[in-house]
């Protein structure tokens, strides 16, 4: 036998024999080998493969991490749309759920699988091979992101069973980061002075959404596939047989998903999700809830946003009891000093909480909150950290009151509660926390958008002296980026360009990064909307802005007490010497006064393509429901915002009728499908 003939057969052994331990280590649960045998076979396989890269596979398990790093991801068409689910949150809501399916079909078997939380994704094989990897997008396009996914080690690059056998495969799981990789990550980045992942579920998105392959696969990302979403072939009668047959076929398949006849069992496994979900090395935030039978699923089918024979339910929001060591104080962008609970770290929900908010001075009074409480801690909407309230049972006597300080403890000036205010400032301009907070925000995604300058440069700029306010961030040089940790030529001139594209921003941008009281994102816009420049908005009286609806007397005096100061008038002047101008406003425009909120998903435009047509035609949009909002434009899977605009009378119009009011989709905004799966 020749030489090549033997290398290509021990090649193509020792690829079946690592699938072989893929398989039973992450679909079986069942290693029947050491870490280190398997490396050994991986090495084996690379030293082959580079010695002779003839023998080299696309789907061999060397090839899990390859390739330059992308631009930008491709967009791929779903085929089948990746369709959400309704929520139920109490054992009434799921009955109901249970009553409307016995009258559609009568009585049906349950699947009931702990909801993962993390990024959903549609895997498609064809002849048995990986072909395209895709996230879930808006349900109906995603991005490619194939690449990243195949560094995963527990979703096989070649199905089980033979390519014959298989055909064209598409099934659909969730991306999650575990545990324990998710606090190593966080551990590190800490060390690297990079901001931490806020939780695992956000640590899986941006990991699978890098554009280096090599830093998605040195996270440790995992998947649960749960979705035989299509098969050229026969098709199973059952979810539960699909689940078997993508298990044969090497997919990895949660061990906790139960069939249950009824709901009482349904209810059961779930409440034994519910008190297992701390134990485990993974998030998950509820249950999920389907009807097993395919046929019956077809019956019952969908209705404008979800599947009528699936739900799920979402489990209470994770609290402990923890000690409040200490209350520090936080100064912001405006001045505002925000109490900070300093808490014994505790684990919730598989996240490490040692602060959380405690809003103002007069929530600590309300609540009672001492020093040395024992408090209950809870992950609002299982992420964000709040105090819930004290126990006063657990006080000793000695736990003392807090007390709101005299003097800001950043720069030492005097702090000031006007009245009728429940806010205490900083009003010292100079003040070193003021400076980084209006930094920050002037360079943030909703100002002018300066990619590259990020908190960690900020502070860099200042400690070194570089900048002392946001006009002295349009006079730095390449060179004195260069005197910065972790900047290289490549990096510094990727700055200077950003810097220097946001010369000429727009307008409402520019009043949204200016950091005035009161003036937000939404106002910036309404202003935008009426003065065409900041010069005639600078000249407008308290009066006047106060007559503008929307406005409102008190976001008017600001205004007007911000143009009057010297020094901001200094400000602006030194900005507009540095060549720093802002793009006009539009006045007029079939939209012009008009205020859009926009939720879910849009299918032909781009939230933030639609968003500037309602700016470029006057129009305003808005962040949160209020009664003066116009119209809310609901996409698929509209959310909690739809339900209040519903509340608030408020009118809701579909994606045509936003466009019968704005105009047609303008050229280039269209969202463009350059992949269809299948």
């Not at 050994?40 to 082959?48: D, G, N, S, V």
């Amino acid at each position: 036998m020749a030489l090549d003939e033997t290398l290509r057969r021990r090649a193509e052994l020792l690829r079946k024999e690592i699938e072989e331990h893929n398989y039973r280590y992450y679909v079986l649960d069942s290693p029947t080998i050491s870490d280190y045998e398997y490396d050994m076979l991986l090495k084996e396989l690379e030293r082959l493969e580079k010695g002779h890269p003839g023998l080299a596979t696309p789907d061999s398990p060397t090839q899990r991490v390859g390739g330059a790093p992308v631009s930008e991801f491709a967009e791929v068409s779903h085929r089948i749309p990746m369709t959400s689910l309704d929520n139920t949150y109490n054992p009434d809501e799921l009955r109901e759920f249970h009553a409307r399916v016995i009258k559609a079909v009568g009585e049906v078997e349950y699947v009931v699988e702990p909801k993962i939380d993390g990024l959903g994704v549609s895997l498609v094989y064809e002849n048995g091979v990986l072909l395209c990897g895709a996230t879930r997008g808006d349900g109906r396009t995603g991005e490619d992101v194939t690449s990243n996914l195949r560094t995963i080690r527990s979703i096989p690059l070649r199905l089980r069973g033979g390519k014959e056998q298989i055909g064209e495969i598409e099934v659909r799981g969730e991306v999650y980061l575990p545990i324990g990789k998710f606090k190593s990550v966080n551990e590190e980045r800490g060390k690297n002075g990079e901001p931490v992942f806020a939780n695992p579920r956000n640590a899986a998105a941006g990991s699978i959404r890098q554009l280096n392959p090599k830093i998605a696969a040195s996270r440790g990302l995992d998947i649960f596939t749960y979705t035989l979403a299509d098969l050229r072939g026969d098709f199973p009668k059952t979810h539960y047989e699909s689940l078997e047959l993508m298990k044969e076929l090497g997919f990895r398949i949660n061990p906790l998903i139960r069939k249950c006849s009824g709901m009482d069992e349904v209810l059961s496994r779930c409440r034994e999700l519910e008190e297992m979900r701390d134990s485990l090395d993974y998030e998950i935030d509820g249950a999920v809830i389907k009807v097993d039978s395919f046929e019956l699923q077809k019956k019952l089918g969908l209705t404008s946003k979800h599947p009528r024979w699936a739900v799920a339910y979402k489990f209470a929001a994770r609290n402990r009891t923890t000690k409040l060591l200490d209350i520090e104080i936080q100064v912001g962008r405006t001045g505002k000093i925000t109490p900070v609970a300093i808490l014994e770290p505790v684990n919730i929900g598989g996240v490490t909480v040692s602060r959380a908010t405690l809003h103002n001075a007069e929530e600590v009074e309300r609540k009672d909150v001492r020093i040395g409480d024992t408090v209950m801690v809870e992950r609002s909407g299982d992420v964000i950290p709040q105090v819930v309230r004290p126990l006063p049972e657990m006080r000793s006597g000695n736990e003392p009151h807090f007390v709101m300080p005299g003097a800001c403890p950043e720069c030492g000036k005097p702090l000031s509660k006007p009245v009728g205010e429940v806010d205490t400032r900083c009003t010292n301009n100079s003040c070193p926390a003021r400076i980084l907070w209006r930094l920050k925000h002037f360079a943030s995604r909703d100002s002018l958008d300066i990619e590259g300058l990020g908190p960690q440069t900020i502070i860099q700029l200042l400690d070194k002296g570089l900048i002392e306010d946001i006009a002295d961030i349009f006079e730095l040089k390449r060179q004195d980026l260069l005197k910065l940790e972790g900047f290289k030529e490549k990096s510094a001139g990727n700055l200077i360009s950003s810097i220097e594209k946001s010369r000429n921003a727009e307008l409402a941008r520019l009043l949204n990064g200016l950091g005035i009281r009161e003036v937000g994102r939404f106002t910036a816009q309404l202003l935008s909307s009426r003065y065409k420049t900041l010069e005639a908005l600078s000249s407008a009286t308290e009066e006047e802005l106060a007559g503008i609806a929307g406005i409102g007397p008190k976001t008017a005096a600001s205004i007007a007490t911000y143009f009057a100061s010297d020094e901001n008038v200094a400000l602006l002047k030194k900005l507009s010497d540095l060549g720093v101008s802002a793009r006009k406003g539009t006045c007029g425009g079939r939209l012009a006064g008009r205020k859009f909120l926009f939720t879910g998903s849009l299918e032909s435009i781009s939230r933030g393509d639609a968003e500037k047509l309602v700016t470029s035609q006057g129009g305003i949009v808005a962040s949160g429901v209020s009664k003066d909002v116009d119209y809310v434009v609901a996409g698929s899977d509209p959310g909690s915002k739809y339900e209040k605009a519903k509340e608030l009378g408020i009118e809701i119009i579909g994606e045509s009728e936003f466009f019968g009011l704005a105009g047609p989709v303008p050229n280039g905004s269209k969202k463009q499908t350059q992949k269809t799966l299948f």
